[in-house]
T-cell receptor, first 112, second 114 residues
Framework: DQQVKQNSPSLSVQEGRISILNCDYT??????FLWYKKYPAEGPTFLIS?????DKNEDGRFTVFLNKSAKHLSLHIVPSQPGDSAVYFC???????????FGAGTILRVKS | DAGVIQSPRHEVTEMGQEVTLRCKPI?????LFWYRQTMMRGLELLIY????????DSGMPEDRFSAKMPNASFSTLKIQPSEPRDSAVYFC????????????FGPGTRLTVT
C-alpha cells in the first residue's frame, strides 16, 4: 500500500528549462511534505518542505506547490541546471507524528 | 559536525552470515531512523527510535532483522541470517525534536548478500 506515489520513474529536461516533479498521496492525515535530493553514493539531503496550511513555498530556484483537494504536490525547478541531476524523493508526514513516508523517487536528468 | 556516520560503507557477505550495520547520529538529535532503499520499493522505513527507545518497528521485514540503540550516540541494525533478498542500501537518519522535522541522512551502507 503506497501512501506516497511518484509515478514518473525518470524525467529528462534541457538545461535552462523548467523541471516539474510530481507526487501524489493517499493518506488524508498527512499535513507536512518534504522533497529530498539524492546523488549517487550519498544519502538523501533535504531540499524544501511545505505544510498543509500553505499551497506554495519557494526557495530560490525551487518551488513546491500543494493541492490538498487533489492530494497532489509538485516540485518546480527553474531554471534547471546540470547539477540538479539526481534522484528526487517526495516524503509526507503527519505533524503529530515523527516518521516520514517516502515515494519511490524520480530520476531527473538535466541535459546541457 | 560530521553529520550522520555509518559503517561499513560497503558490505559483501554470504547467505546465512550475520551482518551488523552501525550508525552514529548527529550529536543532540534524539530521533534515529533506519531505512532500506531498493529499486522496487524506494526508501522504506524499517524502525525508528526516540530518546533511544524503539517507537515503531512495523517496517522491519521479519524476525531476522533487529535493531538496538544502547545510547544516544550509537545504533546497530543486525540481520541474522542474511539472505540475497536483503541486498540493498541501508540508510540511517537522525532528527531533533518530536513531530515532523527534517531528517539528516548518513551516506548509507551498500549490502550485497551472495
Amino acid at each position: 500500500d503506497q501512501q506516497v506515489k511518484q509515478n514518473s520513474p525518470s524525467l529528462s529536461v534541457q538545461e535552462g528549462r523548467i523541471s516539474i516533479l510530481n507526487c501524489d498521496y493517499t493518506n488524508s492525515m498527512f499535513d507536512y511534505f518534504l522533497w529530498y535530493k539524492k546523488y549517487p553514493a550519498e544519502g538523501p539531503t533535504f531540499l524544501i518542505s511545505i505544510s498543509s496550511i500553505k499551497d506554495k513555498n519557494e526557495d530560490g530556484r525551487f518551488t513546491v506547490f500543494l493541492n490538498k483537494s487533489a492530494k497532489h504536490l509538485s516540485l518546480h525547478i527553474v531554471p534547471s541546471q546540470p547539477g540538479d541531476s539526481a534522484v528526487y524523493f517526495c516524503a509526507a508526514s503527519a505533524i503529530s507524528g515523527n516518521k516520514l513516508v517516502f515515494g519511490a523517487g524520480t530520476i531527473l536528468r538535466v541535459k546541457s | 559536525d560530521a553529520g550522520v556516520i555509518q559503517s561499513p560503507r560497503h558490505e559483501v557477505t554470504e547467505m546465512g552470515q550475520e551482518v551488523t550495520l552501525r550508525c552514529k547520529p548527529i550529536s543532540g538529535h534524539n530521533s534515529l531512523f533506519w531505512y532500506r532503499q531498493t529499486m522496487m520499493r524506494g526508501l522504506e522505513l524499517l524502525i525508528y527510535f526516540n530518546n533511544n527507545v524503539p517507537i515503531d518497528d512495523s517496517g522491519m521485514p521479519e524476525d531476522r532483522f533487529s535493531a538496538k540503540m544502547p545510547n544516544a550516540s550509537f545504533s546497530t541494525l543486525k540481520i541474522q541470517p542474511s539472505e540475497p533478498r536483503d541486498s540493498a542500501v541501508y540508510f540511517c537518519a537522525s532528527s531533533s525534536g518530536l513531530g515532523a522535522s527534517e531528517q539528516y541522512f548518513g551516506p548509507g551502507t551498500r549490502l550485497t548478500v551472495t
